[in-house]
Nanobody, 137 residues
């Protein structure tokens, strides 16, 4: 049984940092592309980052609003992928989800239409239950 479990969410001040984890069981994340998504109250879920599988090239793609603030990395030994979030802003609070899919990525699509590419890449993949990120001064 495949399971993705996010953790690391919490309450942080504006400008603060958090590291979210996405731990997998039942699959080897080295072979999967990992996407991070978030959904704020009253808003649609949006894709914010993608890292292609370790067995391909581990390329990273980011939505414009998080570029330079969020980075994605992985730990094969722990079968875990991380989302390091820095300089958190009032627009960042949401439930954060990770998703995993093994189908080939259309890399050019991430430049042309990031949100669309994220949706297509992970719509049929494995998803976690999410972790809450709250920002308050």
């Amino acid at each position: 049984q495949v399971q993705l479990v996010e953790s690391g969410g919490g309450l942080v001040q504006p400008g603060g940092s958090l590291r979210l984890s996405c731990a997998a069981s039942g699959i080897n994340l080295d072979y999967f592309h990992i996407g991070w998504f978030r959904q704020a109250p009253g808003k649609q879920r949006e894709g914010i980052s993608c890292i292609s599988s370790r067995v391909t090239d581990s390329n990273e793609y980011y939505e414009d609003s998080v570029k330079g603030r969020f980075t994605t990395s992985g730990d094969s030994a722990q079968n875990t992928v991380y989302l390091q979030m820095s300089n958190l802003e009032p627009e960042d609070p949401a439930i954060y989800y990770c998703a995993a899919d093994i189908a080939p990525l259309r890399r050019s699509a991430f430049t042309a239409d990031f949100m669309g590419a994220m949706t297509r890449a992970f719509i049929a993949g494995h998803w976690g239950q999410g972790t809450q990120v709250t920002i308050s001064s």
